[in-house]
RNA sequence: GCCCGGAUGGCGGAAUGGCAGACGCGGAGGACUCAAAAUCCUUUGCCUGAGAGGGCGUGUGGGUUCGAGUCCCACUCUGGGCACCA
């Protein structure tokens, strides 16, 4: 497609620029009113594609949209740059990581510039450097120090595929790896854990104060998933001074209690078993403890594996409620790490209850009368309770409060609140990630590597396979060590932390990354906290966007980050995904369009502006035969600007006609239209108001009569003003082109509309009879409901159609309408 | 199973309870051209009619209202999140 200028020459001219002259750099005692725009820290895979094109898109308008309002926009650059694709590719090319990753590096950064995406690059953080990686290990300290970081051995995920552990984060709900695919399995090591736990409550309450999308802030509730319920002893029945202690958020439904359950790693499950049913317990103990997470907790299973999947103990409980005698069983339906582990089960008002009851013969008793006509197995929802003793009669909330002061009162029972959300499990056993600073001495135990010694690197020449062992740990060198304590022989750590840590602060390095003594100064980098609008992808809804929200809470109270806001993320927006073939289009699935190829045809400010234009920004984008001839579109109302601007087939008239007002009465309402597009993240009908404009500006102008030219000048400058931050380099160069001696558009301030012109001295209104559209008169804005009726009924087709009949009723809604009902 | 979204022309999508389909893509016709490309102009929801016009129309069925794509109830399909968490 034949331009009317050379896109690439002029897009490079102004990146050069921009680079060059620092536009983009901003300090941090800047005297303007501060803002602060980020776009999720991005792992370096290469060339962007078009997810990173869509995001940096969006965040780079932000940033040009801010500045041009006055603010001072920090706007930073950095690499999550640590991460299992380097390892690998590493390992296949037989190189290092870091050769891999720094390649990478410079590949993507050229692809942003290419964008004409504009950052602080002064202020550039990649994980792998160490100068990031010492105050990261500094962090870990700090956390250790503190009681938030802890070693223990756990049940973990182990995924075969990566031979490394995952955090229950990177788990999918099938049992999968969330990143290799692979099944996962389970495996009981020694690992480090942060106590992302103790801050449960401030996460799931802080919630509420953000002003991100719904959807976000609910999965976000449901990981951490509170529920509030009471904790009590059910006594043994052979010996009275002995109790299973279990966890329920239905006490009301106790009467109904027809046995309990242990989980298989109950601490009491072997003085409940008795010596009949030893051998039983014994299998489904090894069979539970063997089976992964996915087989134990598949709801799939069929009725013969649940049966396998319980045994009785042989021994009785007495249920508080009523003093009967309940058996007590051991299933893997019960989980050892919620709750106390083990629950007491009602099967006519749980569904696993009632599944499990129904398969090992047990009896149920309802205690809340079902609806009509309730044809079911469990019923859980609201109703009147039966067969409850005291608790007869009362609706569910009540016999929940009276069920739990009698457990309080009779059975030790203690009001209780659990969540779903587990520690966070930070050990990798890979290489390329940041090594955890601890030693490990016979003598002295864990050991942290003392603060002036940060940060460890690892050794170049390691060997790293997929063995399953962190290739650190096979590094003799870098082992083997002396005790900062005693001096003695000691091993050092050879698990490196999970790459989140990596990307929950890099954040607040970005607001002061010159510091030397520590990881950031909280007084520089209050100045910016919190983010004002953090943007990227929904596949970050839950995992980095929980783990930043703990850390920095975190590291305020190590002291690492005193006085700073308690949420990092003020304002999140995520961006929809690219799909090809209904399926996310991603370098890992090999379905990538490569964004180069449109740089060569449309320019980055054609592609920029599809990608503006193509949809709302949250929504999905399917990228389908169609979708070249949209962005061939864009790049049509870029030339359409073009040609306009430099007068091509316009006719100037010398007077100022009320035409020409009405053109620059519409730039105006358009300044309030694309204002308020950006404002609320509608870039699609920003764009849209902008191309009706451009439609309505060149017909004037190129119209017989013509237009006057310092009303078409003042038009095209006001829209140049207005498309800047979506198409910055045309936008530079035209400006440059129309004013060579001032500053460039993007040091314009943002347009404010004129009141005076954006009012409208006639509207049309609707007239309508029985609420069907008739006909159509010219009125004022203003027009009284006395006057507006008078004309609709004097309207010539109205009079024709009423026929001498007298209207029913009158609704009038001047200007807008009236509608006559007969 | 539970919790959120969503459903509008051939397509992507617009529409504070008040003109449904802005804007763009695609299609049709025309101008320019020896011709093509590019560009420009006209037209384009469906049905019906020579035309003026008329009828129908926002997943389905009800409801509220002078008036519903928009609000309420029930359902269908679809996308996503969570899923033995007691």
Known sequence: MARPFNVTQVEQKWQARWLDEGTYEVDNDDPRERYYALCMYPYPSGTAHQGHIRNYTFGDLVVRYQTMKGKAVLSPFGFDSFGLPAENAAIKAGSHPRLFTDARMVELKNSVRRLGAVYDWRREVFSHDPRYMRWAQTIFLRFLKAGLAYRANAPVNWCPGCATVLANEQVNADG????????VERKHLEQWFFKITDYADELLNDVDSLEWPERVKTMQRNWIGRSEGVEFDLALAVDSSKSLRVFTTRPDTGFGVTYAVVAPEHPLLDFL???????????????????????????????????????FTGSFVINPFNQQPVPVYVADYVLGNYGTGAIMAVPAEDERDFAFAEIHGLPVVRTIAPPEGFTGGAYSGEGVHINSGFLDGLDVAEAKERATTYLEEHAQGLRKVNYRLRDWLVSRQRFWGCPIPVVYCDACGIVPVPEDQLPVLAPDDVVMDKSGQSPLATHEGFRNTTCPHCGGAARREADTMDTFTDSSWYFLRYADPFTEGQAFD?????KWMPVDQYIGGIEHAILHLLYARFYLKALIDTGVAPGLPREPFKRLFTQGMIRLDGSKMSKSKGNLIAPEKYYETVGADGLRLFHLFVGPPADDVDWTSQTEDVIEGCARFLDRIYRLSQYDECHFHTERTEGDLEVLREVHRTIDKVTDGLEKWSYNTAVAALMELLNTMSKAARSKEGINQVVLDECLDLFMRLLAPMAPHITAE?????????????????????????????????LQINGKLKSRIEVSPDVSEVDAIAAALA?????ELMAGASPQRVVAVPPRLINIIL
């Open 176 to 183: 999968t790896c969330d990143r290799s695919g692979d099944l």
């Open 734 to 766: 035209l400006w440059e082109m129309r004013h060579p001696d001032a500053s460039s558009v993007h040091a314009q301030p943002w347009p404010l509309a004129d009141a005076t012109l954006t009012a409208r001295a006639l509207v049309t209104m609707v």
């Open 795 to 799: 309207d010539a087709t109205i009079v």
């Open 522 to 526: 909280p007084v520089e980098v209050e």
């Open 273 to 311: 078993t008795t010596d009949d049913e030893r051998s039983r317990v014994q299998a489904l103990v090894e069979r539970a403890s063997q089976a992964s997470e996915l087989e134990r907790t598949s709801s799939s299973d069929s009725g013969a594996n649940l049966e396998k999947r319980g045994a």
